[in-house]
Nanobody, 115 residues
């Protein structure tokens, strides 16, 4: 069983930056893929970005160029650097992990972008 704990969310003004972190514990050796999804009010949860233990990354089109995912395998931690934030980024951000498909999820961290 993998437990995930996110941190780093908060309130930021349009154009600002935030860095989210997610630490995995429990059975981290079973993890290959880690990543971030988000869910805005009234919308379905959607992919932000994922990264494998080997460093392969995949980004949603809305994340490309402004968001960067990175990972510290020794610390079982994944990061999401978000720059040039706009109101479309307002959502609860969930960290996920799994051997391939993301099957374990954190509780989520709120990101709110104000104008």
């Amino acid at each position: 069983q993998v437990q995930l704990v996110e941190s780093g969310g908060g309130l930021v003004q349009t154009g600002g930056s935030l860095r989210l972190s997610c630490v995995a514990s429990g059975s981290p050796f079973s993890i290959n893929t880690m990543g971030w999804y988000r869910q805005a009010p009234g919308k379905q949860r959607e992919l932000v970005t994922v990264i494998t233990s080997g460093g392969s990354r995949r980004y949603a089109d809305s994340s490309k160029g402004r968001f960067t995912i990175s990972r510290d395998n020794a610390k079982n931690t994944v990061y999401l650097q978000m720059n040039s934030l706009n109101s479309e980024a307002t959502a609860v951000y969930y960290c996920g992990a799994g051997a391939g498909v993301l099957t374990s999820w954190g509780q989520g961290t709120q990101v709110t972008v104000s104008s």
